[in-house]
């Protein structure tokens, strides 16, 4: 009967590294989420500052949908406009690691007459 308290020992052992992988997991779903929400913001804000609007109405519409600790570029020239989003994610605090930045890009074709400007 000396097998009783081993399954209690494993338990033990095992349960720290569940919680470790369960946390590396929620956290990818979490920087996922934040890189497909970048994407997304970039490509609204590139498709309204092609159609011209103010490139202040632009940055407002991309950074309301992004993290607050994103940082947002817009560019417009004459034939095209380029918004550029990084957004940290930090990682949970046993894991320990630094953040990783994600990063969306997106580019369209300015509509003729859209004058160039740059924030």
Do not use: F, N, Y
Request: aromatic share 0%; hydrophobic share 50%; proline share 8%.
């Amino acid at each position: 009967m000396s097998d009783r308290g081993m399954a209690t020992a494993e338990i033990a052992v095992a349960l720290p590294s569940l919680v470790l992988i369960t946390a590396m997991a929620l956290w990818g779903v979490r920087a996922a989420s934040i890189q497909l929400a970048c994407t997304d913001a970039a490509r609204s804000g590139a498709r309204a500052a092609a159609r011209g609007e103010s490139l202040t109405a632009v940055r407002e519409l991309v950074e309301s949908g992004v993290p607050k600790e994103a940082t947002v570029q817009l560019h417009r020239d004459e034939a095209t406009v380029r918004v550029d989003i990084s957004a940290p994610v930090a990682t949970a605090a046993a894991i320990g690691l630094p953040p990783v930045i994600v990063h969306a890009h997106a580019a369209a074709e300015a509509e003729p007459g859209t004058p160039p400007t740059t924030p």
